[in-house]
């Protein structure tokens, strides 16, 4: 399948939907606290993508070759889930890290984007490995431009990753997204420079990296007596996992992060100033850690 280039009118279509799925994990960010369950985070993000956004929520019911229909409006991935983790009744707890995934259809387009939240105090490990993910987001997203080459991005993201002493999960990736959920190209988080497909403007793909503070390696969900629900993935060695994710344009001049809204933690102070339609003044460069 070709990469698919979208006209002005499109990427328009696109930054609404994106910035409609960054305002729903705006207005979860208060309710990630201890003794909330996941399932009722679920419950409010579908209740604003569909009533108050006019939306619709692109994973309830997807169902790819190969899976279940996904079953819930959002993913949830807590401690050592990597990817796909389902809603449950689980109170979360101090300590806990999760990632929250959202992605809101808004007159066909899909804006896609997650975020990491500690919830509580969190330890120092914890912290620092959702501080270096987002981070590791960001060397990759810094690296899109017209010339430039998909292997550019990967290789930022793993080498940042890598020096900080983690690993870089490799079986899931980055992909296009726009009137389908997922498109060309494939964005991995690791490579070689100057390799793989050249970037230019009017691309759109999700950068996405899964960051794990052990090993690399990944399986099914099969602990204890749960079930395997057909998605959920965690670390082998289960330690944890985090992940970022924004939504990106190729522009004629370099990138604009789409899933952007008033309030996206701030970039990091080696990216440029402005980024998607809001400017950060360089006074708000604190650390983009989301905690609760």
């Not at 990091?268 to 100033?273: D, G, R, T």
């Amino acid at each position: 399948m070709a990469i698919t280039l979208k006209s002005a009118a499109e990427i328009e279509g696109m930054r609404l939907a994106g910035r409609l799925a960054s305002e729903v994990l705006d207005m979860l960010t208060p309710h990630v606290k201890p003794g909330v369950t996941t399932k009722e985070l679920d419950r409010l993000a579908h209740d604003h993508m569909v009533n108050v956004q006019g939306g619709i929520p692109a994973t309830l019911g997807y169902q790819p070759p190969g899976y279940p229909a996904y079953p819930a409006s959002m993913c949830t991935s807590l401690n050592e889930v990597v990817c796909h983790g389902i809603p449950d009744d689980r109170p979360l707890k101090n300590g806990d890290i999760v990632n929250i995934d959202v992605t809101v259809i808004k007159d066909g387009w899909h804006g896609d984007n997650s975020r990491m939240f500690v919830v509580g105090e969190g330890s120092i490990a914890a912290r620092r490995l959702c501080q270096i993910t987002f981070d590791a987001m960001w060397k990759g997203i810094v690296k899109v431009k017209p010339g430039a080459r998909l292997g550019d991005i990967g290789h930022a993201i793993q080498t940042f990753a890598e020096t900080a002493g983690f690993t870089v999960v490799r079986e899931f990736c980055g992909h296009g997204v726009g009137k389908r959920f997922h498109e060309e190209p494939q964005v991995l988080h690791y490579g070689r420079p100057g390799t793989l497909e050249e970037l230019v403007p009017g691309m759109i793909f999700t950068i996405e990296p899964m960051i794990n503070a052990g090993k690399r390696d990944i399986k099914e969900d099969r602990k204890g007596n749960r079930p395997y629900d057909g998605w959920t993935i965690v670390t082998r060695d289960r330690s944890l996992s985090a992940q970022w994710e924004h939504t990106v344009l190729v522009t004629e001049t370099g990138y604009e992060v789409l899933t952007v809204s008033d309030g996206s933690p701030p970039p990091p102070a080696f990216a440029p100033l402005g980024y998607g339609s809001v400017l950060v003044p360089a006074a708000c460069r604190a650390p983009s850690l989301v905690t609760s």
